[in-house]
Nanobody, 125 residues
Framework: QVQLVESGGGLVQAGDSLRLSCAASGRTLSSANMGWFRQAPGKEREFVAA????????YYADSVKDRFTISRDNIKNTVYLQMNGLKPEDTAVYYCAADRSTAVLHSNRDEYRYWGRGTQVTVSS
């Protein structure tokens, strides 16, 4: 069993930056591909970014490419999402998740087995 806990969310202004963290316990994440998703009120949970178990491969949604950076520290068992140039449309609850496999980087949330409870990010205009 894996427990994932997100942190780092908050209320910021448009153009600001935030760094989200996802800390894992119960089992090492060093062999798992990881992803970040987000869900705005009244909308489906959507893919944001994914990273391979080694950190060597990353994959981003078009809406965040060139603004967000996913990274990981396998020694600390933590995954990060650096968010720059935040926009009001980035407002959502952000979730981290552990993929079921390591073969490819998935954007489909059904491919992810373990989920955190989320952290709120609010961007004011």
């Amino acid at each position: 069993q894996v427990q994932l806990v997100e942190s780092g969310g908050g209320l910021v202004q448009a153009g600001d930056s935030l760094r989200l963290s996802c800390a894992a316990s119960g089992r090492t994440l060093s062999s798992a591909n990881m992803g970040w998703f987000r869900q705005a009120p009244g909308k489906e949970r959507e893919f944001v970014a994914a990273i391979s178990w080694s950190g060597g491969r990353t994959y981003y949604a078009d809406s965040v490419k060139d603004r967000f950076t996913i990274s990981r520290d396998n020694i600390k068992n933590t995954v990060y999402l650096q968010m720059n140039g935040l926009k009001p449309e980035d407002t959502a609850v952000y979730y981290c998740a552990a993929d079921r496999s390591t073969a490819v980087l998935h954007s489909n949330r059904d491919e992810y087995r373990y989920w955190g409870r989320g952290t709120q990010v609010t961007v004011s205009s």
